[in-house]
T-cell receptor
Framework: SQQGEEDPQALSIQEGENATMNCSYKTSINNLQWYRQNSGRGLVHLILIRSNEREKHSGRLRVTLDTSKKSSSLLITASRAADTASYFCATVLYSTLTFGKGTMLLVSP | SQTIHQWPATLVQPVGSPLSLECTVEGTSNPNLYWYRQAAGRGLQLLFYSVGIGQISSEVPQNLSASRPQDRQFILSSKKLLLSDSGFYLC??????????FGPGTRLTVT
């Protein structure tokens, strides 16, 4: 079964607003990753956070990880229309990487 | 830098026909390679992974098979396609920290 579950399934915001997506998982992990997928394209790796890390930043992205709650969040600040895409979390345990079903983000100009 | 290629980009095949999708990786040696399928509006389903030439692990029983004839080549095949094989097929390789890097994908429509 899928390890990560993203919430919400879909999110619609205006340019300039922040977008927050959440990911919950069920078992222990070694690390958790976030990916972006533009329509009809392959996935692009955004950021990896290890199980012993609580927060990580990359440009306009901020990822948090709470292993006690088995959850992670991805925050995109000052969103742009180009951020419109599906965002997936993926958990890694040993050598297995498991993807969630994704959050579809629509950023309107 | 590493690059991953997939072809064809799109494919329309009739039910019962054979399938061969190819994935090649440049800029890395002995990569771990993966085949995923993504149904419309869904997450990714891992189909096969390979840690080396001739070494294939199957994650789910299905109408598909995979082969790795060369270090940087990974092939997904079927002898007879089913309607349920339609989807978006993605090949990926992974780094030592398990970050995965994906190819552009193949959109397969079985009619």
């Amino acid at each position: 079964s899928q390890q990560g579950e993203e919430d919400p399934q879909a999110l619609s915001i205006q340019e300039g607003e922040n977008a927050t997506m959440n990911c919950s998982y069920k078992t222990s992990i070694n690390n958790l990753q976030w990916y972006r997928q533009n329509s009809g394209r392959g996935l692009v790796h955004l950021i990896l956070i290890r199980s012993n890390e609580r927060e990580k930043h990359s440009g306009r992205l901020r990822v948090t990880l709470d292993t006690s709650k088995k959850s992670s969040s991805l925050l995109i600040t000052a969103s742009r229309a180009a951020d419109t895409a599906s965002y997936f979390c993926a958990t890694v345990l040993y050598s297995t990487l498991t993807f969630g079903k994704g959050t579809m983000l629509l950023v309107s100009p | 830098s590493q690059t991953i290629h997939q072809w064809p980009a799109t494919l329309v095949q009739p039910v019962g026909s054979p399938l061969s999708l190819e994935c090649t990786v440049e800029g890395t040696s002995n990569p771990n390679l993966y085949w995923y399928r993504q149904a419309a509006g869904r997450g990714l389903q891992l189909l096969f992974y390979s840690v080396g030439i001739g070494q294939i692990s199957s994650e789910v029983p299905q109408n598909l098979s995979a082969s790795r004839p060369q270090d940087r080549q990974f092939i997904l095949s079927s002898k007879k396609l089913l309607l349920s094989d339609s989807g978006f097929y993605l090949c990926a390789w992974r780094t030592v920290s398990y970050e995965q890097y994906f190819g552009p994908g193949t959109r397969l429509t079985v009619t």
